[in-house]
């Protein structure tokens, strides 16, 4: 008798995104457009606090939750950035911003159970909803504006239905939910009596209107979820947070326990140096990526391949649809032909197979010269 794996693995898809990536990877020179990674190091006050804690010995386990001063400082940000203002019973660090969706999911999804996941989207939440056993049911987003259209989205809940996860600033779009269209979603997740997974790890990364929490809309539906990586430029030290329901955070934190044990240590104490220290280090990053945002789309209407200005994060998507190929063979070609890597609209759901994302993330001259080759691989395919 051959062994088995659970059938639930195996139904989980590869990350179109990380087959571009490792192809790139053994490119010497290519232009690398695909990952949403900062380019900018983590700010030095953020690393020296990471080297005095190690040099402290402050590398052990912590409590599954967080280190209490780290939470209330996250608490004291919530208030102040988010509006919402709560204790810290209901606030918990994370290993990541992955973690803290999975940990929800987790706690929330039986087997057979559907969650609503936007389309397009960060493919993860496709992964993790199908390793807890759950069913993906995808919503599509305005092919212009990438807003859910929440009487469409109406349509789609049924009684299985557990999660309703949305993302702004969005990722790959950029898009940022207007008040009215948030309070319309969480009036749907209150209605159908389900919970609201609100991925906001970008928060701070919006440049043309405000950036609007959907936990104080209905504080017993919704599970923020926030994150060091985008915001601090801390993608590897893993350090992310969530908010809830005094119950749901219980039970999140004894997934976590059992997959994590806590958040590192040294990267807590970063955390907490992040957020005591000069924050205009995040305004600085933030207008470097408006910069570039301003410079692509300018770049974009110049050889007809501009669809939408991005609000917030630091992606744009570009309609390759003129070139007739789909998002995976123009991604494949413009690497192998052009040496630029950029992902394909295929990784992030079935509605974005003719867009390829961008990662505003990179320098100017990157920027710059990777549009410049993807509007020629259009060209080529276009004559």
């Avoid at 190690?54 to 001063?69: P, Q």
């Avoid at 950036?211 to 539906?221: C, E, G, M, T, Y």
């Avoid at 200005?309 to 309609?319: R, S």
Wanted: with cysteine; net charge negative; charged share 20%.
């Amino acid at each position: 008798m051959s062994l088995r794996f659970a059938e639930r693995a195996t139904r989980i898809p590869d990350s179109g995104i990380r087959e571009i990536a490792n192809r790139a990877m053994e490119l010497p020179g290519a232009i690398r457009l695909e990952l949403g990674e900062p380019d900018f190091p983590t700010p030095r006050h953020i690393g020296e606090a990471a080297a005095r804690a190690i040099a402290e010995g402050k590398t052990r386990y912590t409590a599954t939750s967080g280190l209490r001063v780290l939470r209330e400082l996250l608490a004291a940000k919530l208030k102040r950035v988010n509006g919402i203002d709560v204790p810290l019973e209901q606030v918990t660090v994370t290993s990541g911003g992955a973690n803290a969706v999975f940990a929800a999911i987790a706690s929330i999804v039986n087997p057979g159970d559907e969650v609503l996941v936007p389309s397009p989207a960060w493919p993860n939440y496709v992964m993790q909803v199908l390793a807890c056993g759950g069913v993906v049911r995808e919503y599509e987003l305005n092919p212009v504006t990438f807003l859910p259209n929440p009487a469409d989205l109406a349509e789609r809940f049924t009684p299985r239905t557990r999660i309703l996860i949305v993302n702004s600033p969005g990722n790959p779009t950029g898009a940022v939910l207007p008040r009215e269209t948030a309070e319309a979603l969480v009036d749907l997740a209150v209605r159908h009596n389900c919970f609201l997974i609100s991925d906001e790890v970008y928060d701070e990364l919006v440049f043309d209107q405000p950036h609007v929490s959907l936990f104080p809309l209905a504080p017993d539906n919704v599970i923020g979820i926030y994150s060091f990586s985008k915001t601090y430029a801390m993608t590897g030290w893993r350090l992310g947070y969530a908010v809830a329901r005094r119950d749901l955070i219980v039970t999140m934190e004894r997934v976590q326990e059992g997959v994590v044990s806590c958040a590192s240590q040294v990267s807590q104490e970063a955390g907490i140096a992040a957020l005591q220290g000069d924050q205009s280090v995040v305004a600085e990053m933030r207008e470097l990526y408006r910069a570039r945002r301003d410079m692509v789309v300018s770049q974009l209407q110049a050889v007809d391949l501009y669809t939408y200005t991005p609000q917030g994060a630091f992606y744009i998507l570009v309609n390759i649809a003129a070139s007739g190929l789909k998002s995976r063979a123009f991604a494949l070609e413009l690497l192998d032909r052009y040496q630029v890597a950029v992902a394909p609209g295929s990784a992030f759901g079935s509605s974005a197979d003719h867009v390829v994302r961008i990662s505003l993330a990179s320098s100017e001259r990157d920027l710059r010269e990777g549009v410049t080759r993807i509007a020629a691989l259009v060209a080529a395919h276009r004559a």
